[in-house]
């Protein structure tokens, strides 16, 4: 089977979670025999890497395995008037469009509006290959928590419903994702539920150490709104008035906003050996966010053997639940995820390794890359035969 994956960038070369799960299914869908196409991009004024460059970061240099076709664009020039960014995915779609010969495609699997062009080419009765799209948040239909982002959002949702409405399949998380996507107006049919995953080699095989107090959260991204920053430091101040012991660790682009003892910042980590390195001496994933899809850092810290303190929003509830965490229900959650913090605290040895070894019993079980990929290549075969 032949597959154009359209994407707007993959890691390394473009950083995110969209970014990496599209080097992982390019990765992986080839791997499981489907001759996959890629078409990325670096930001603009960057210097595109080559497909070697491209095959050797995904497979290795020594692997006799490559990708059919890499083809690198550069995304347009950021703007400044309002509505800059659906401009430049629209101009980058119609570039998108140009760059292959779909003649000799069986189906499109795009990424965001790297398909929108190739869409409004099919409705004017243009052949194309069967699409299916991939918005992987829908965070512009969920609650956001700033007056920017809201702005933002009330902009992206009219060309969003277009692609998922336009498209032959729309991919979804499953979770409140797919309830999400079938208000836009897509049918159930046409809703192909595929989760996020994780590469094998991620997963903990050390064996859990012995429990050290005391409990130990991570937070693992952006110093962001949306990511619930604001709540954290808020129950993280109510739990040091209280005399609580704990520790709170983070990682990413975040100034220190807490001069204490038991706040640890370990700033900006690109290494993976140096996150898993991090990860391996806590005990619980944060991401108390107020609107995701399905994010990575959960998956990752689960693959590591954490429990998970997050929101009920988007997909998460997809691969969490009361066995492996806890779920906080948005928008009452700034009032209890300090509870929740506490409860994780006081939470008895046992008890705790219990909720971190369903986590990674989880993460084999539903959420590696291998088992994702066949599973996802026999449904695109079949769709390809019915067609």
């Known amino acids: 089977m032949k597959l154009a994956l359209l994407t707007d960038g993959i890691t390394p070369y473009v950083m995110g979670g969209m970014q990496r799960h599209s080097a992982n299914l390019a990765k992986y869908l080839t791997l499981a025999g489907i001759e996959v196409s890629l078409v990325h991009c670096v930001h603009h004024g960057e210097n595109p890497p080559s497909t ?24 347009p020039k950021n703007g400044q008037i309002p509505g800059h960014y659906i401009r430049r995915s629209y101009a980058y779609s119609k570039m998108v469009t140009k760059a292959l010969d779909y003649s000799k495609i069986d189906f499109v699997y795009a990424k965001g509006f790297s398909a929108w062009d190739i869409l ?70 046409n809703i192909l539920e595929f989760t996020s995953g994780i ?5 903990r095989k050390e064996k859990m150490p012995n429990y050290k107090a005391p409990v130990k959260f991570i937070f693992i991204g952006r110093s962001e709104i949306r990511k619930g920053v604001r709540e954290i430091e808020q ?55 107020h609107a995701e899809g399905m994010p990575n850092v959960i998956v990752e810290g689960m693959a590591r053997e954490l429990a998970v303190l997050t929101t009920k929003v988007g ?4 691969i969490v639940n009361e066995e492996n965490g806890s779920l906080l229900f948005y928008p009452e959650m700034s009032q209890s995820l300090n509870e929740a913090m506490l409860k994780f605290i006081r ?20 959420l590696v890359w291998e088992k994702l990929a066949e599973s996802l290549t026999k449904k695109l075969i079949s769709i390809k035969l019915e067609f």
């Open 52 to 75: 070697k460059e491209v095959n050797d970061e995904l497979f290795g240099p020594l692997a006799k395995v490559e990708l059919k076709e890499v083809i690198c664009l550069e995304f």
């Open 199 to 203: 590469d094998a080699s991620i997963i």
């Open 235 to 289: 129950s993280i101040n109510l739990l040091i008035e209280a005399g609580e012991n704990f520790e709170a660790h983070f990682v990413g682009p975040i100034e220190p906003f807490i001069q204490n003892d038991a706040v640890i910042f370990h700033g900006s980590k690109s290494s993976l050996n140096e996150i898993t390195f991090i990860l391996d001496q806590m005990d619980v994933i944060l991401c108390p966010s």
């Open 315 to 318: 997909a998460i509830e997809v």
């Open 120 to 189: 409004k080419r099919k409705q004017k009765g243009e052949t194309f290959p069967l699409v299916g799209v991939k918005f992987h948040g829908y965070e512009m239909f969920q609650l956001l928590p700033s007056f920017k982002q809201k702005v933002d959002g009330t902009l992206l949702r009219p060309p969003t419903k277009w692609n998922n409405v336009h498209a032959d399949y729309v991919f979804s998380y499953g979770g409140k994702i797919t309830e999400l996507i079938l208000q836009l107006g897509v049918s159930k049919e």
């Open 347 to 366: 939470m008895d040895e046992a008890s705790l390794k219990n909720l971190k070894t369903k986590s990674k019993r989880t993460v084999l079980e539903r």
